[in-house]
């Protein structure tokens, strides 16, 4: 990853296909646009690469969130147990929903422990949002199963994650929906752009309803369009989805790239003293987005990240100090920082994050260390870098 480092004249194409049509919204003009429906086509093809029954591809990650948890009916006075090792979008999503976020700790999976899980189950609980980090899965069995023995929704965040698979199931097809990114960073990317999975036909059709201001798409004229509810604009442009069906149509390349650049650092790391790796509940199923490890202290970790940056890699990630990722530098979450007023009913239900245990995620995340497998890299090229890396492990740790 990410997918924009082969970029080629694939995408060049599928925009000139676009644009030679003008046509730039996904719904509508259907005389006009000669056929070339690049959302309709992409979301065919995610749905075909996946076996979801439904895919609705949104403007971005955040908005495939915000749009799965309100089409699954998540709302005010709903507790959301996500995880305190993810991407911020995880939270905002479930405060954008108007429901109330509850972290809970991350265990070697680097996603929900499933017992911290369990612990967090209050009366209130409506949903469980396991994140698939790193480009890995989740214990997904085990938080599948405690979310029905609970009754509760399970919403997998799948937007690290394309291309995993957890024992031949692709990730965000397990839960009662699941959401992709395909953003700039990501293993295949349209530049921005998201999509919600989802087997149900009443959580696509509540979802494509109020990704797109409520309208019911029944007929061809869209001010006449009934409503059924309220809604917002998540829409993807049709310029996205074209970027988008030239990469996924590179996407098993991608992912056999960086299957064999993680083979390369692994092998070549595997004999460093003090180098253990990520717990990967399905080995098989890993997109190989990253090598993640993790040291024996904070001390040695951090000492490690400096050290693999030092001998040539680029995307080395030390994530207890990123404040995108990890919970400990969420000071506008902890602080109640928000950018407008929230309802008192909301802002009550927030637990005192500040005031929260977050110790057995801190034992692990400090410890973390993930590099990035990048796609330009070549053969010889990752050889190198990772022999380096290796060296430079075995004086650091
Ligand atoms: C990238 C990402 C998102 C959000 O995606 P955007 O497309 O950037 O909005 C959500 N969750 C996780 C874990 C991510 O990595």
Redesign the pocket.
Known sequence: MPGYELFDEAEKRQIDEVMETGILTRYGYAERRRGRWKVRELESAIAARTGAKHVLMTA????A?TTALVALGVGAGDEVVIPTF??V??FESVLAAGATPILADVDESLSLSPDAAREAITPRTKAILP?H?CGAAAKIDELSNLAKKNGLLLLE?A??AFGGTYRGRALGTIGDAGCY???FN?TVTCG?G?AILTNSDETYKRAEMYHDHGHDHEGEDRGLDGHLFTGYNYRISELHAAIGNAQLAKADRFLAIQRENKKTFKDALSGVPGVEFRELPDPEGDSASFLTFFAPTEASARASAKAATASGVEGVFYWYDNNWHYVRNWGHLKNRRFAHALSSDITNALPDYLASDYSASDAVVSRCVSIAMKLGWTKHEAGELAGKTAEALRSAL
């Open positions: 971005d990650g955040t908005a969130l993810t991407f979008a995880s994140v980090m965040d937007c690290q990114s395909f953003d990501k921005e998201g």
